[in-house]
């Protein structure tokens, strides 16, 4: 359910106001109100409902068709004329084209449009990193229709397939020899036909990108861009491999245990990305790999963390990375040091498919020291898709301790007591 927008009687022409694009599916969206509550501008939503219904929420958003961003940015200007808006901010990888948009027409301060596009192209990402001379492995698309024996014949092995604009790993698959190329490249196919992928109206999805395999760890990269300058705000180990078949995240762990010249590459490597695709203002969440070559950019979003995973990180003055972002957006003062203790977040993987029927050992996990809370989003009698098809988590555990070590194993021994009572799902009638 969409959460409530800050209280907007248009009483004060002084007031600032900043619109909030984000989907009715998205996790963060109440974090981010919430965040313009405490710092005291008014927040108004914009969402993908339908457009036909009178504010069925009662909340008064601006309906926004993210797969139209012309109709989009119509809407927006008709409400602006009335309601001044000082900022917009895209929550989650589908706004951020309409808010580039929006934001231009309206003088605000704002990525270029095609930087934001490329952003959610992993194609045009590739090549944009290609052309800087970043390290980027061998790659070629494909369209859905292509043979997927043809394709597999000039892959090189290992390799990695996946969506050009599906995010948080959906449909990517690694492949090791021709047969499971093409199995991959059938079941990636079949996803993206789904109706509920055609909906979104991406060209994007008529292709899928095929990509050397890269060896080695992988980090996460929680940034502030300020005129193409990136100040880091948190760098996140993943402690558990990616190696595949699937990619399924599972834990982020800040801060960093790798030695500071490594975390310095990694920050001067998604600097440079970010500058290759024309980002120049606001959040950017970085996705690398570090082998013996050094980092590599997998991709960087225009955007912050997604998920609840934002929920473990804290700033000066206790201030959410919701805050800080709202207040940069505004030009407002922000205190971009994180604290000093570490925190991380697990990503609560579903095991299987099937049917939510309830979950056991909440208590016990809550209790293990360290833990912060867990948070089980998945709903009772949920059907659970898992990874490679899924787009969704069961829920999320966080944690606070003086050190990445406790904070890991704390995550780790807080998930074994969780206990999820998952049933078949009923087969399909036809």
């Keep these: ?51 036909l219904l009178e504010d069925p929420w009662r909340d008064g958003a601006i309906p926004v068709r993210f797969e139209e961003p012309g109709w989009a940015v119509g809407e927006i200007m008709a409400f602006a004329r009335e309601h001044p808006i000082h900022a917009i901010i895209p929550v989650g990888d589908r706004p951020t084209v309409v808010a580039a948009l929006a934001s231009r027409a309206l003088g ?197 963390i997604g998920g609840l995973c934002s929920r473990a990180l804290r700033f000066g003055l206790g201030m959410s990375l919701e805050e800080l972002i709202i207040r940069d957006a505004l030009g407002m003062e922000v205190a971009p040091d994180r604290e000093a203790a570490a925190a991380g977040v697990m990503m609560i993987p579903i095991p299987r498919g099937g049917v939510l029927k309830g979950v056991q050992g909440e208590a016990k996990a809550r209790r293990v020291p360290g833990i912060e809370d867990v948070a089980i989003t998945a709903k009772p009698d949920q059907d659970l898709v898992p990874l490679p098809e899924g787009s969704s988590y069961l829920g999320f555990i966080f944690a606070r301790a003086a050190s990445p070590q406790k904070v890991e194993g704390a995550l780790r021994k807080a998930h074994r007591h969780l206990r999820f009572d998952i049933a078949p799902s009923l087969p399909v009638a036809h």
């Design 108 to 304: 605000l301060r704002h990525n270029p449009p095609e930087a934001t596009a490329a952003t959610r192209n992993k194609f045009l990402a590739r090549e944009a990193f290609r052309a800087a001379g970043l390290r980027v492995p061998r790659f070629a698309r494909f369209a859905l229709d292509h043979d997927p024996a043809a394709a597999a014949a000039a892959a090189p092995f290992p390799c990695v397939l996946k969506p050009l604009c599906l995010s948080a790993s959906r449909g990517v698959i690694r492949a090791d020899d021709p047969v499971q190329f093409v199995a991959a490249f059938r079941r990636i196919r079949t996803l993206l036909l789904t109706p509920e992928i055609r909906l979104l109206q991406d060209e994007a999805a008529d292709w899928i990108l095929v990509e050397e395999f890269i060896e080695g760890a992988e980090v996460a990269l929680e940034g502030l861009l300020e005129g193409g300058r990136l100040r880091p705000l948190a760098l996140f180990d993943k402690p558990d491999s990616l190696d595949g078949p699937f990619f399924e995240e599972t834990l982020y762990v800040t801060p960093s245990r790798l030695p500071d010249r490594v975390q310095n590459g990694i920050v001067r490597e998604a600097e440079r990305a970010a500058a290759a695709l024309g980002l120049a203002h606001g959040p950017i969440h970085a996705e690398l790999r570090l082998n013996a070559g050094g980092p590599w950019v997998l991709e960087v979003a225009a955007r912050t």
């Design 1 to 51: 359910m969409t959460p409530a927008a800050s209280p907007d009687n248009g009483s004060s022409s002084q007031a600032r106001r900043v619109l909030l694009l984000f989907t009715t599916t998205g996790y963060n969206g109440r974090d981010f109100v919430e965040a313009a509550h405490k710092v005291g501008v008014a927040a108004v939503l914009g969402t993908d409902r339908c457009h």
